[in-house]
């Protein structure tokens, strides 16, 4: 608190100096002229010091005297008129300086666009970066779990005092979970309770658990009031810190709960962002600590903020020729998709359970739902690479997948939420989550970015994954397989069959004496649809990992 009150006090000293006249007006008695002085001395203290105070606390804004620039302009154009002779040539040449200053921070957006390009280009692949199918995708979407936890409100205690927080995903003790505070419903309700009692957390991969409530308390929260609000904690303990970004619950291994921010410095004139690191607060206790980027405790998944992410790729995407380019001409412009469940962005996790948050990113030009690449940014570092696909195909953007999910339930009225875009055996392939009207989970959705005619849906992501398969296989896609789908060929005895018809073709799957699964469609291989028990077989497939294993060729012995 002291903090603020100096500062108030430092501005409220030198607007005094540049309001009050110091010359000596011959027509106006001593008495007057100190009657003149006092007032503005007061008018100051009485009007303008509160005015800053309650700004700057309320408002939690930096406490950097950059931030003046607009307060300068009126408390120099004051001094100068009520000043006189070399007095107003020295405050109007001050009236002039920050003018000028002015100018700069309101067009600093106009010439730092090379800057923010610079700081937020990407590392360039053509690959699409591969999923493991013997995993399970993080795909319950945030809107379905909010419901789910609204339901089991009924765990908090005096249930009446508190409303849910904001929903956020992280990974804890291996297992990815989505997180949510329970916060004060209101000013008297925090004024009554004084702590909220704890958070709750859900599954992100398994649509059908159920929510937990873990009580923890906490005291520094979003919906606590005066100096017990994280976000004036914060500023409290760093005045001078640029921020960026809503403050975000992180959960450590044992279950305690922290907040977190992202901060960094303004690109230029207080305009764009560059993120440096994070503050750490105990909800509880309200001990404070800060850590750069490449210092951030294990447990931290988030460390750069959504917003932070969003904010570089709108960077990286509109400035590549600078800002006149982004308004005008529209060279090489590529706009980032606004269908992320996270300002704008989705939070992914891959193999080695490390988070990213993922974008794709379209043309400019409206009407086209043609994806120009997408990217990936790590959200402990920052470090983003930025993935185009392949040259020779085009692929559908989120926004394409979407309005094909509303048209394939259009009757029931079912949209898709939480687009994201994996290789699946090889094809460029978008899995959405499908939800009614009223925000639950019905199914699975996958289609083909490259070819949309090839779609599926299915309960889990898993059995929507086997139909997809076995799409691939009788529709224009491939089954060429992923980085760790090594191409193998077998030979051996068939000890089950079975067929079952789907469309115009047979789905065979079968059972070998090595005692695994091969599914094969007879759009692939026609004579498929003779295979017996018995048959002595030679098949070529992919060692996905799964129980069915998708097979490319099959030759049969002595057909």
């Not at 958070?199 to 059908?208: E, M, P, Q």
């Not at 975000?248 to 044992?254: M, R």
């Amino acid at each position: 608190m002291g903090n603020i009150v100096l500062f108030t006090l430092i501005i409220g000293i030198a607007s005094a100096l540049i309001l009050i006249p110091f010359y000596k007006n011959d027509q106006l008695s001593k008495k007057v002229s100190k009657h003149i002085k006092s007032g503005i001395i007061i008018a100051v203290v009485v009007i303008l010091m509160p005015a800053v105070f309650a700004f700057y606390y309320f408002s939690n804004f930096d406490r950097n005297f950059s931030s003046l620039w607009p307060l300068a302009i009126l408390l120099t154009a004051g001094g100068a008129v009520l000043s006189k002779g070399m007095e107003r040539k020295l405050k109007g040449f001050l009236f002039l300086v920050s003018i000028i200053a002015g100018g700069y921070f309101l067009t600093a957006f106009i010439f730092n666009a090379d800057e923010k390009y610079e700081i937020a280009k990407m590392d360039q692949k053509v690959e699409i970066k591969t999923f493991d199918e013997t995993e399970t995708p993080a795909s319950v979407p945030p809107q379905f779990a909010r419901n789910k936890m609204k339901k089991a409100f009924g765990q908090v205690p005096n249930t009446s005092y508190y409303e849910l927080g904001n929903l956020q995903i992280q990974k804890v003790n291996g297992e990815y979970m989505y997180i949510a505070p329970v916060e004060f419903s209101g000013f008297f309700k925090w004024w009554k309770g004084d702590q909220t009692p704890g958070y709750f957390s859900l599954s992100a991969t398994d649509s059908s658990a159920n929510p937990k409530f873990i009580k923890s308390e906490m005291v520094f929260t979003p919906s606590s009031f005066f100096n017990k609000n994280i976000e004036r904690h914060m500023r409290m303990k760093y005045p001078k810190k640029i921020f960026y970004g809503d403050v975000q619950l992180e959960i450590d291994e044992e279950g305690k709960p922290f907040y977190i921010r992202s901060y960094g410095k303004f690109i230029s004139a207080r305009n764009g962002f560059d993120v440096e690191g994070i503050v750490v607060v105990d909800s509880k206790t309200g001990e404070t600590k800060e850590y750069p980027l490449g210092s951030v405790p294990d447990f931290i998944d988030g460390a750069v903020s959504p917003e932070v992410v969003s904010l570089q790729n709108s960077y990286f995407g509109n400035f590549v020729h600078g800002f006149w380019n982004s308004k005008f001409g529209k060279s090489d412009v590529k706009l980032p998709s606004d269908e992320g469940t996270e300002a704008n962005v989705s939070p992914i996790f891959d193999e080695q359970g490390v988070m990213f948050y993922f974008t794709d990113f379209t043309s400019p030009k409206e009407g086209v739902d043609s994806m120009l690449g997408y990217s990936l940014t790590n959200s402990r570092t920052g470090e983003a690479t930025y993935y185009t696909g392949n040259p020779n195909q085009s692929y559908m953007d989120s926004q394409g997948d979407l309005q094909i999910i509303e048209k394939k339930f259009i009757e029931k009225k079912w949209h898709g939420q939480m687009p994201i875009l994996y290789n699946f055996y090889g094809e460029a392939s978008w899995l959405t989550p499908v939800l009614d009207s009223n925000g639950f989970l019905q199914n699975y959705f996958i289609v083909s970015a490259a070819n949309p005619e090839i779609s599926v849906y299915g309960v889990t992501p898993n059995e929507a994954l086997k139909q997809y398969k076995t799409a691939l296989q009788r529709g224009k896609g491939t089954v060429d397989g992923s980085s760790k789908a090594e191409d193998k060929q077998i030979s051996g005895t068939v000890i089950r069959v079975y067929k079952e018809k789907s469309g115009d073709f047979t789905v065979v799957s079968f059972l070998l004496d090595n005692h695994k699964n091969y599914l094969i469609s007879s759009e692939k291989a026609p004579l498929a649809i003779y295979l017996k028990e018995g048959d002595k077989v030679t098949v070529r497939y992919l060692e996905t990992g799964e129980e069915f294993l998708p097979a490319k060729t099959i030759e049969i012995e002595g057909l």
